[in-house]
Each structure stands twice: as C-alpha cells, then as structure tokens.
C-alpha cells in the first residue's frame, strides 16, 4: 500500500480532489465561500498536473538548483506533503465554511503561488516568459485577489484573522516544503542559502 501511495500520489489526490467536487455538487446549494473552495480545488488538480506533467519540470527545476538527480520515484512521492497540504487547505473551508477564517490559508496560498511561478522565472533563468505551472498559478492570484475583495467588502474579516490566516499558511507551507528537502536528503535550513545563490547567477 506504501509502495501505491508513493508511486501514485498525484493520481490519488486528483481522485479525492475530483470526488470532493462530485460531492459538493451532489448536495448543491453551497455558500459563496464553499463556492470559492470548489473553484480552488479545480484549479490545484489543474495546477498540479501542469506544474508536473503537462509540461512539467517544476521539480526537475528544484533538484538542479540543488544540484541533485531527482529519480522518478521520488519525483513521484513528493506529491504526497504537497497532496497532504492541499487536501487540509482546501476540505478544512469547504466543511468550516461558517467560519471565513478558515479559507484564508487558502486564499494567501493562492496569492503566494501566484507570485512564486513569476519569480521563478527569473530565478530559473527560464527561456521564455513561463515556469512550470505558471498559468493556472496566475489564476488562483486572481481568484485569491477576487475572495480577499470579497472578504473585505462584507467585513466577514478583521485584520487579526488576515494574521493568522497567514502565519497558518506560511507555518504549514513551511513544513510541507521542509519535508520535500528531506525526502531528498537535504536540509531546510540550506534552501534559502541555495536560493540566493540561485537569483544572483
């Protein structure tokens, strides 16, 4: 069961992804925000796949800033923090949708992913106006940017609830991303090392 998970982590988080969507629309008369989250999770399986596979090579990316050989199977298992966050992010609002501050890590996560994919061109030194994943991560900015109006405009936030919506996302960002370095045998703490190295070639 170990060796199906690692091996299809992608695949299994597209099908409980894709489930969710079923469900939700099974029971139908959702609230706006559950209606944000429906879109989010559409947009993250897209996202994924692009990022991945069609064309891929983010994570191809990564490992040669890190000047390490990504195999294919841990290509493949390294889906399974990123599934793992998304999942939380995603299904957490679709249930607690009363509650507005539980779609915020979702929407700062939209907003970062947004940003991320367009300094990932210049980090990366990429060819051409594009990096892995980029155009569906340039709609969750839209859609994160669109939510936080919405938020606002109804006052169903306060500034507290920003806060934390973003130390929740950075927190739980920053231990899916600090798992991945140790899936492939490096330290968390030499990523921003690499990084800056990285942007000053």
């Known amino acids: 069961m170990t060796k199906f998970i690692k091996s299809y982590a992608l695949e299994i988080y597209s099908v409980i992804s894709i489930a969710a969507l079923v469900v939700a629309g099974i029971i139908g008369d959702l609230s706006v925000l559950q209606k944000f989250v429906i879109v989010y999770i559409f947009l993250f399986v897209l996202h994924e796949w692009e990022e991945m596979h069609y064309p891929g090579g983010f994570a191809d990316l990564i490992a040669k800033m890190l000047g390490f050989e990504l195999t294919a199977d841990i290509k493949k298992a390294s889906r399974i923090p990123t599934s793992i966050l998304l999942l939380t ?113």
């Open 89 to 201: 992010f995603t299904l957490t609002p679709l249930i607690l949708h009363k509650y507005p501050l539980a779609i915020l890590p979702l929407a700062f996560l939209g907003l970062f992913e947004g940003i991320i994919h367009i300094l990932a061109i210049k980090l990366f030194k990429c060819p051409k106006f594009y990096s892995p994943g980029f155009i569906t991560a340039e709609i969750q900015g839209i859609v994160s940017i669109i939510l936080f109006s919405y938020l606002i405009k109804h006052s169903l936030i306060t500034y507290i609830d920003l806060i934390i919506g973003l130390v929740i996302m950075i927190a739980c960002f920053a231990t899916m991303q600090k798992t991945l370095t140790m899936m492939i045998g490096f330290k968390y703490s030499d990523l921003p090392k690499m990084i800056k190295k990285q942007w000053n070639k």
